[in-house]
């Protein structure tokens, strides 16, 4: 009689080779399976860092203090599509919708790591980071994937931030306490994610007055949501009333 264990080891011995050669393809949609796959997240969704809270006060932010700013999501600090100055994105965003775009020297970034811990971590980092670069608050943030829970703990910490833009992000619990406060939400998602849905949290915000979901045409692409050619194909800015505000300077 053989080892009954010999079999599911070697299928497991298998499957990790292949997910381990898929997360070195050149096709996105291959690529972001094979990692979602590969490192699911095993942490409990925590809870918001502070339960219940209301929409902070408008702060006093004037034409020349404006600044809005992009967080790139889990796995993706070596790509350039979030980068000022580099980043195909970002330049698009800042012709077109954000010209307050923050394109200093110094752009927020974190580890892309993916336990709960490191976007905890990540979100105090870009508490300061707003601190110093924005300290009247940010307009707009643009973030993708776990770079949108991100910005929702930092907001639950108290960061003024008037909208958010989020790209293919999973409703966390941090996700769902900050669309709970009013603040404006412009939720921008594939009809079927098949990478949010490897992390088995929701991929949709309830419906409030204050979110305003845009669905691209149906693609299996988790990335798709921060390409220029999928913004402009599926109308995305106008559908999402991005439209640059009046008197709003160009961000340097």
Do not use: C
């Amino acid at each position: 009689m053989g080892d009954r264990y010999v079999k599911p080891f070697l299928i497991a011995t298998m499957a990790l080779a292949r997910l381990t050669q898929a997360v070195r393809s050149p096709d996105d949609v291959t690529r972001s399976l094979a990692v979602a796959a590969l490192v699911p997240d095993a942490d409990l969704d925590d809870p918001p860092s502070k339960p219940g809270l209301s929409l902070p006060p408008p702060s006093p932010v004037t034409e020349q203090s404006a600044v809005s700013t992009m967080i790139h999501g889990t796995w993706a600090f070596a790509g350039d599509w979030w980068r000022p100055r580099v980043g195909d994105f970002h330049g698009f965003i800042g012709r077109t919708y954000r010209p307050n775009l923050y394109s200093g020297g110094t752009p927020f970034y974190w580890s892309g790591m993916y336990r709960k811990k490191h976007r905890a971590r990540a979100a105090e980092f870009f508490v300061d980071w707003v601190k110093d670069k924005a300290p009247s608050g940010l307009q707009s943030v643009l973030a993708h994937s776990y770079g949108g829970e991100i910005a929702a703990r930092a907001f639950n910490l108290g960061t003024w931030i008037r909208e958010f833009v989020l790209l293919s992000t999973p409703v966390t619990s941090h996700v769902e306490d900050a669309a709970q406060s009013g603040v404006r939400i412009v939720d921008i998602r594939l009809p079927f994610d098949p990478v949010l849905a490897l992390t088995l949290k929701p991929q949709r915000i309830d419906a409030r007055r204050n979110v305003t979901e845009v669905l691209t045409a149906w693609r299996l692409d988790h990335s798709a949501t921060h390409k220029e050619p999928v913004w402009v194909s599926d109308n995305i800015g106008q559908r999402g009333q991005l439209e640059p505000e009046p008197g709003v300077l160009q961000r340097r």
